[in-house]
């Protein structure tokens, strides 16, 4: 019998979306199991919640349409600044700085929040995607020509792939036998949105400091993110202030070159461990996003990795398609596990280097790491590495939507 799609997506955050929008504009079936409403997650108000999406991922959204939509909503960043800190005594002295102007392709990326996001997403895969908000998939059974997917409202659907989009939990990982390995940071991140006086001018801050970093992330007007990382003790002991006490801490750590700031918005904390799938794909299965790469937050990548997963699995399975191969048999996923597998592990375990390194307060070191970001800072051709790899530019092979091109 032909199966109901050919893709299920079982996970409707932003990276599932994502990648039945581009799958259904290159004329596959798609469905999306979102165990949330969909009016809980177009809620209109201002919550703080935002990306910063890569210069790659903002073209992606192009290729499918949804940058036009979506821009006058974001913030460019133009430049990046990261320095060594200490709690209470804000930023010290620039050691590397980035600007977008370097790499002549634009702004290095844009922030941009959740709502706006997401409600572009829905408007997009309405009437192209079929989506089953306010269920989750509770079984699966991978069979030689497709598999068959339980619904927790007791429905039953099959289709060529399972696409597992659905976090670092995934229920899909684990009822195909994915494996995952990975530690605890035994940090804590702490969001927020802040009001200022004085404008960003859309630079991005980060400083490193012993207890984790903290960056401060330009949005439109007077306004920025915080993402703030801390020990799991003090972050538990921050999070149980009243706003008033939450910005006494957060003040000197922010320091006073944007003026008085307030709190602009609820606050949010989200415990922090490094996790990686050991394999990205098993018969009729293909994961992608958090289930496949759970990262540290300091370079806020997570989404954008996610995205070129996307790109990735998106391109692999179309052109599997056209040339009439099965989309969910082995070789066609080895393609997609072959082409991102490395990249995500490298930069995850990138980024768990760099939050070691910066985690210690011994003299040496700080004196040590301060000299080598320097270095890197000093040298242009180093300097626009690092933000080709920020920007999302140094994939090899490029997937067609990371560079605005439809699939």
Known sequence: MKPDFDVLIAGGGLNGPTLALALASAGLSVAVVDARPADAREADDFDGRAYALALASQRLLKALGLWGGLAANSQPILEVKASQGQPGDGAGLFFLHFDSAEIEEGAVGHMLEDRFLYRALLKGMAGKVTLLDGVSVTGQEAGPASVTVDLSDGRQLSARLLVGADGRQSGVASRAGIKRQGWDYGQTALVAAIDHELPH???????????????????????????????????????????????????????????????????????????????????????????????????????????RDVAALAEV???????????????????????????????????????????????????????GMGLVSAVPQLRRGFMRQAAGLSIDPMPRLLTGQPL
Do not use: C, K
Not at 268 to 287: D, N
Not at 334 to 346: E, N
């Open 201 to 307: 001018h859309g630079i991005a801050h980060q400083y490193f400091m012993p207890t984790g970093p903290l960056a401060i992330l330009p949005l439109p007007g007077n306004r920025s993110s915080v993402v703030w990382s801390e020990t799991r003790a003090n972050a538990s002991a921050i999070s149980a202030l009243p706003d008033d006490g939450f910005l006494d801490v957060l003040r000197p750590r922010f320091g006073d070159f944007l003026g008085p700031i307030a709190l602009a918005g609820p606050r949010f904390s989200y415990p922090l461990s490094l996790s990686l799938a050991e394999t990205y794909i098993a018969p009729r299965i293909a994961i992608m996003g958090d289930a496949a790469h759970g990262v540290h937050p300091l370079a806020g990548q997570g989404l954008n990795l996610g995205l």
């Open 317 to 371: 399975l179309v052109e599997a398609a056209r040339r009439g191969e099965d989309i969910g048999s082995e070789p066609v996923l080895a393609r997609y596990q072959g082409w991102r597998r490395f990249d995500a592990t490298s930069l995850a375990l990138g980024m768990d280097a760099v939050n070691g390194l910066f985690g210690s307060d011994n003299p040496l070191i700080r004196t040590a790491r301060g000299l």
